[in-house]
């Protein structure tokens, strides 16, 4: 697996996180797993399409350009043959660029982009396409300065996303609107708008992947894993990430250190965990 992130122009950096391209000639035929990291993303399957594992439990095919919508539960995908795709991961706040008003109603779905916009998803297939084949290209960073610079984000609900994220999760809602000088009502309504999750949501996600870089490096005990990402014991942590990634902590721990013992599942987890493969 061959997984790379591209830094992002300084201008376009309140909007975007990073580009970032995935390829595998010889992917596991096992289900792999993507966990939340409050990020929408756009993708583009320049091999063939991965299958995805749907609520209603059938794998579904998915489409060759797609808007990940904000999950909240792993996210199961499956390669028919060899991966080869691009990735824009979107900055919380920059969502509503490209979903609208639907932003909030997509909330644990990728759909194909063609549903939010035909003109987008045919010219960022072809953007993708010159982007792999000449990384330097810029014609992937002009399309996105096109579609998302006259966005301009919410700056009180993209202070509270960086204040979310920089704490791991550890600040209330009230106190975040409070420093927005909002209501409690306005700002958790501005911010689901916004970002797509509830400020309680985006804070859950951000203790889950602050707790899986911890697990990862692999160099602190569950117990300090809870207390630094606030968590309000252990039994808190271990019950809150097996719910959000199916493992025990201590199965997951082992898992995206190397995948160890064979656990092929989270190769793709722990690349994005990480930003590299």
Known sequence: MEYREFEVP???????????????????????????????????????????????????LQSAAMFAAQSRS???????????CIGVRLQPVASAAIAGDVLPSLRDQIVPLDTLDHALARALVAAATRFINEPADDAIWQLLAKWLLPCRPDCRIEAATAELENSQGGRRAKDLATAAGMSLRSFQENFLEAVGLTAKEFARVQRLQAALRLLDAGDAALVQVAVDTGFADQAHATRELHHLTGLTPARLSKALREQREGEQTLRLAAAFVRGYA
């Open 10 to 60: 300084l201008a376009l950096r309140r909007h975007v996180r990073c580009v970032w391209r995935l390829k595998d000639a010889a992917p596991s035929p096992g289900p792999q797993v993507v966990y939340p990291d409050g990020c929408c993303e756009l993708i583009v399957h320049l091999g063939p399409p991965m299958r995805r594992l749907e609520p209603d439990g059938q794998w579904r």
């Open 74 to 84: 792993p996210v199961r995908l499956a390669a028919q043959e060899s991966i080869d």
